[in-house]
């Protein structure tokens, strides 16, 4: 990601760029001046993803691979597998010769579904919100192919064989529901823990954040909801996991800056969390700021957002060092 960072201070800086004051940081991170004379610009700014991965159409959810490899998803147009698919799932790796991404790749039929309307009005072609195992070889994400008008979103997992990515399949009851609206899925860092939003009855209201296990024989055990200091009336969604065991996830719940907001919480035993901590106006604005994900280096944060300080014209993906994010409540 360094790399990536020089690459946006020296390339890309649309109009705007400058918007996020050093001043401003000062009272509202609590950054000292000892460190604002340690650190530069650089370190304490929101960053845009840059071409060619955001662009005039919509970008979201993405994960990265230990090698750095990116899955994320995007609207555009240019490069769907069928008109009228509202986003598909893209690979992308970084080039440290040229010190750019390389040009991203959609990963086609089957891992995106084609729209299929004329089975259920349901099915839009909507596959999005990845997460990437470290080895590069597992996908989850979810996928809208078997939408009903019940349950518009399921989770589904590819494999990589010998070079080639499996047909994706549903992950069954109890991870996807026939009403649960089963979105977001990640794989906490024990290697064990797959972890949802779901709508199914039990939760705190709206989509809730589920966790669960496989048995000895593989199969998924019940989720646990993972309790009042995640979950809300409101609505939660996206668990990410850094090294450290402190997850960073979006809620919509109140005492943010207005739309979705990104909250982290420390972990205090198995399905547990201390108080949620909202991240801070570095990251969060008064529109919707989404979905973090984190970068194999572990310095650094990613999301996505509709901010206009530093846009493409759409939805982009942004990233900042982790040191500007709020710690405390």
């Known amino acids: 990601m360094h790399k990536v960072c020089s690459l946006h201070a020296a390339s890309h800086r649309p109009a705007g760029h400058f918007a996020i004051k050093i001043a401003g940081l000062v009272t509202a991170l609590g950054i000292s001046a000892q460190s604002l004379a340690a650190d530069s610009w650089v370190d304490l700014a929101v960053h845009n993803f840059g071409a060619p991965i955001n662009t005039m159409w919509a970008e979201g959810e993405l994960s990265f691979a230990s090698d750095g490899t990116m899955v994320y998803c995007s609207a555009r147009e240019d490069m769907a597998v069928a008109p009228g698919d509202p986003k598909d799932l893209y690979i992308a790796t970084f080039n440290a010769d040229t010190g750019s991404w390389n040009t991203p790749v959609n990963m086609g039929i089957p891992i995106n579904a084609a729209p299929a309307t004329d089975v259920d009005a349901m099915r839009r072609g909507d596959d999005r919100e990845p997460w990437i195992s470290a080895d590069g070889n597992t996908i989850y994400f979810k996928s809208d192919r078997l939408a009903s008008a019940n349950n518009g979103d399921d989770i589904f997992v590819t494999h990589k064989v010998d070079g080639s990515w499996s047909t994706p399949e549903l992950v069954g009851f109890p991870i996807s529901t026939d009403m649960g609206h089963e979105h977001c899925p990640a794989i906490l860092q024990d290697g064990r823990t797959l972890c949802f939003a779901s709508m199914r009855e039990g939760g705190y209201g709206g989509a809730d954040i589920w966790c669960s296990?496989?048995?000895?024989?593989?199969?998924?055990?019940?989720?646990?909801?993972?309790?009042?200091?995640?979950?809300?009336?409101?609505?939660?969604?996206?668990?990410?996991?850094?090294?450290?065991?402190?997850?960073?996830?979006?809620?919509?719940?109140?005492?943010?800056?207005?739309?979705?907001?990104?909250?982290s919480a420390e972990s205090v035993g198995p399905n547990?969390?201390?108080?949620?901590?909202?991240?801070?106006?570095?990251?969060?604005?008064?529109?919707?700021?989404?979905?973090?994900?984190?970068?194999p280096e572990g310095n650094t944060i990613t999301w996505f957002s509709g901010r206009s300080d530093n846009s493409f014209g759409n939805i982009d993906i942004f990233w900042t060092q982790k040191v500007n994010l709020r710690s405390e409540p």
């Open 213 to 263: 296990q496989q048995d000895a024989a593989g199969n998924w055990m019940d989720p646990i909801n993972q309790g009042p200091n995640i979950n809300t009336a409101a609505e939660e969604f996206h668990f990410s996991q850094d090294k450290s065991g402190k997850v960073y996830f979006t809620s919509s719940r109140p005492g943010g800056f207005g739309g979705m907001d990104i909250w």
């Open 272 to 295: 547990s969390w201390g108080t949620a901590v909202n991240l801070g106006p570095q990251v969060n604005t008064a529109v919707a700021d989404m979905c973090p994900a984190l970068p």
